[in-house]
Structure formats: C-alpha cells, structure tokens
T-cell receptor, first 114, second 117 residues
Framework: NAGVTQTPKFQVLKTGQSMTLQCAQDMNHEYMSWYRQDPGMGLRLIHYSVGAGITDQGEVPNGYNVSRSTTEDFPLRLLSAAPSQTSVYFC?????????????FGEGSRLTVL | AQKVTQAQTEISVVEKEDVTLDCVYE???????LFWYKQPPSGELVFLIR??????QNEISGRYSWNFQKSTSSFNFTITASQVVDSAVYFCALSEDITSGTYKYIFGTGTRLKVLA
C-alpha cells in the first residue's frame, strides 16, 4: 500500500534556487495539504486543497506555491529558496474535503537551504 | 480563530509511570473534531484518535485513554504504565466543520515524551 508518497526525502538547495516537492496519494482522497515542521513550532499549515483545481492558503504560505491539477498529486513549489525555508515538510491527505477525518501523512521531506 | 495549545514542551517519566499530556483548544464552531498524533523518533506521523465535538465520552484503547471536556476546552491524553516505546512527540490537532469555511487542520506545538528505562 503506497498511501502518501513524498519525493525527495532529502534535498539541499542554495539560496535563490527553485525546486518542487512532490506529493502523490493513491487513496482517491479529496483533501490534501502541506505542513512544515520546525523545532518548537509544531506542524504549521502551508497550503491545502479540497479537490482538483481548488487550493487555499494556510498559516505560512509565503514563499510557496501549489497547484492541484489531479486528485492524486499536490506539488509544493519553492520559487526562490531562502534559509528560513529549511525545515521538514509533510504532505497529508484525508478522504473528505470537509476535513473531518484523520490525516494520512507522507514520510516527510527534509530540506536544507544554504 | 482556531488555536491548539500544548503547554508541556517536554515531559520525562520513568517506565511504568502514568503520564498525562494536556491539550487545550479554541474554536468558534459548535461542530469540530479533535485528534492526537504520535511522531516516534523515526519521524513518521501516526494517527491515534479522532473525536467529534458531540461525543464527550472518554475513550480507552489499551494503555491509552483520552479525556474530552468541552467545559474546559480540553482533550487530554493519558498513557498508563508508560513504556520506552512510548517515547515520541505527541501532537494534538483541531479541525472545524464546513460551516467555518476554512477546511483547516491546526496542530499544537507538540509535547516530547521521554520514557526512561
């Protein structure tokens, strides 16, 4: 069972570089989201989507873009990486767009920006 | 606005002790959902429990139990007879119903539990 798959698991970038964190789920979940985890800050919501073509901002959206062209995929784009974006990123999905069910998480992607 | 507070940053206990992790939440909605997740040292996030705002019954699952009190806006988590394998970061989370229009899950900052042998 694949569940939620994130790639890459580790990435080192230089300031100003761009990259995309990939997230794919094979459970036909409507709801998908991205979080970043930083020491002492817990999990903070970056962006979320309640279905293909629908996205919205979370708590910390600046510096990140998302799109949802299919139900399965929800990539997170960093257009110009900054050291403040060094973090562990988690993608999560849930069966219902009404966010009433539990989240299924990917294994995380550790990003370092030098 | 939604808010989840886990005031305990880190707790250390000796194996076999009972430990309670506190979670206090804020919401304007009457319908909402509360969750607990576990993050072991390996880093993955594991779902433990979901509770909706209309169900205030306490729940027990093995050594784990949860106490939901709407009057104090709390959803506390107790581990009985703790074991070293319980060492992890535990997150409490809140989501509001569709009436809020926000569709967000909000997490607390987590409590790191260290169980010493």
């Amino acid at each position: 069972n694949a569940g939620v798959t994130q790639t890459p698991k580790f990435q080192v970038l230089k300031t100003g570089q761009s990259m995309t964190l990939q997230c794919a789920q094979d459970m036909n979940h409507e709801y998908m989201s991205w979080y970043r985890q930083d020491p002492g800050m817990g999990l903070r919501l970056i962006h979320y989507s309640v279905g293909a073509g629908i996205t919205d901002q979370g708590e910390v959206p600046n510096g990140y873009n998302v799109s949802r062209s299919t139900t399965e995929d929800f990539p997170l784009r960093l257009l110009s990486a900054a050291p403040s974006q060094t973090s562990v990123y988690f993608c999560a999905s849930s069966p219902w767009f009404r966010n009433t069910g539990e989240l299924f998480f990917g294994e995380g992607s550790r990003l370092t920006v030098l | 606005a939604q808010k989840v507070t886990q005031a305990q940053t880190e707790i250390s206990v000796v194996e076999k002790e009972d430990v309670t992790l506190d979670c206090v939440y804020e919401t304007r909605d009457t319908t909402y959902y509360l969750f607990w997740y576990k993050q072991p040292p390996s880093g993955e996030l594991v779902f433990l429990i979901r509770r909706n705002s209309f169900d205030e019954q306490n729940e027990i699952s093995g050594r784990y139990s949860w106490n939901f009190q709407k009057s104090t806006s709390s959803f506390n988590f107790t581990i009985t007879a703790s074991q070293v394998v319980d060492s992890a970061v535990y997150f409490c989370a809140l989501s509001e119903d569709i009436t809020s229009g926000t569709y967000k899950y909000i997490f607390g900052t987590g409590t790191r539990l260290k169980v010493l042998a």
